[in-house]
T-cell receptor, first 112, second 113 residues
Framework: SQQGEEDPQALSIQEGENATMNCSYK?????LQWYRQNSGRGLVHLIL?????REKHSGRLRVTLDTSKKSSSLLITASRAADTASYFC????????????FGQGTRLTINP | DTAVSQTPKYLVTQMGNDKSIKCEQN?????MYWYKQDSKKFLKIMFS???????INETVPNRFSPKSPDKAHLNLHINSLELGDSAVYFC????????????FGQGTRLTVV
C-alpha cells in the first residue's frame, strides 16, 4: 500500500505567512525526503532526514520526523510567491524493495 | 548542462501505436528509475535499474519495456498504447538504489487519443 500521505491536500496562504505540511507513513523507514514540483516540471529534492534524526533545517525549510507516530512535517517560513508548488514526501522502507515511495502531495498556493 | 534529460517533452499518439521515451543522466549515478504521475498527481514507481540491471518492476504491464544500454541511459518503450497510459512519465536517477536524493527529468506528457 502507499507509504506516504500528505495533509492537507491543498493549502492557500498569504505571502509572508508560514506554511506547514504533514506527511504520514505506514512502515519503518530508513529516511524521509521532501520534494517540490512546480507546475509542468520535474520534482526537485529539498531535504532528506534520516530515521535517527528528529529535526533538520535548510534555509527557510524546517523538517521534523517523529518515527513513533510515523509522521513528518515540512515548515516553510516567510513564504514567497515562488514557493507556490506541490510538495511531496517520499520514504524508503526498511523492509522490502529499495525504492522511494511518494505521497499524493500538498498543493501550496502563496497569494501575493 | 541538464542533469537528467528526457525526450520528448510531449507525445501525442493514437491508441495501438508503439512509442519510446528516452532518458539520459550525466551525473554518474548508478541507479535510474521510471515513475508515472497520473492526473491526480500520484507518483508511482514503475522500474528501477542499478548499473544496467533491473532491480524493481512494479507490476507494470509487459507492454512497457525498459532498456538500459549503459548506466547513463534508461529508455522506456511502450507497445500497443492504451487510453489509460496517458500520464506524465518521469525519469530519475540517484547515486545508489536508496538512501540518497533522486534527481528528476522534466517529464514526458503522454497523451493517447
Amino acid at each position: 500500500s502507499q507509504q506516504g500521505e500528505e495533509d492537507p491536500q491543498a493549502l492557500s496562504i498569504q505571502e509572508g505567512e508560514n506554511a506547514t505540511m504533514n506527511c504520514s507513513y505506514k512502515t519503518s523507514i530508513n529516511n524521509l525526503q521532501w520534494y517540490r514540483q512546480n507546475s509542468g516540471r520535474g520534482l526537485v529534492h529539498l531535504i532528506l532526514i534520516r530515521s535517527n534524526e528528529r529535526e533538520k533545517h535548510s534555509g527557510r525549510l524546517r523538517v521534523t520526523l517523529d518515527t513513533s507516530k510515523k509522521s513528518s512535517s515540512l515548515l516553510i517560513t516567510a513564504s514567497r510567491a515562488a514557493d507556490t508548488a506541490s510538495y511531496f514526501c517520499a520514504t524508503d522502507a526498511v523492509q522490502g524493495a529499495q525504492k522511494l515511495v511518494f505521497g499524493q502531495g500538498t498543493r501550496l498556493t502563496i497569494n501575493p | 548542462d541538464t542533469a537528467v534529460s528526457q525526450t520528448p517533452k510531449y507525445l501525442v499518439t493514437q491508441m495501438g501505436n508503439d512509442k519510446s521515451i528516452k532518458c539520459e543522466q550525466n551525473l554518474g549515478h548508478d541507479t535510474m528509475y521510471w515513475y508515472k504521475q497520473d492526473s491526480k498527481k500520484f507518483l508511482k514507481i514503475m522500474f528501477s535499474y542499478n548499473n544496467k540491471e533491473l532491480i524493481i518492476n512494479e507490476t507494470v504491464p509487459n507492454r512497457f519495456s525498459p532498456k538500459s544500454p549503459d548506466k547513463a541511459h534508461l529508455n522506456l518503450h511502450i507497445n500497443s498504447l492504451e487510453l489509460g497510459d496517458s500520464a506524465v512519465y518521469f525519469c530519475a536517477s540517484s547515486q545508489v538504489a536508496w538512501g540518497t536524493e533522486a534527481f528528476f527529468g522534466q517529464g514526458t506528457r503522454l497523451t493517447v487519443v
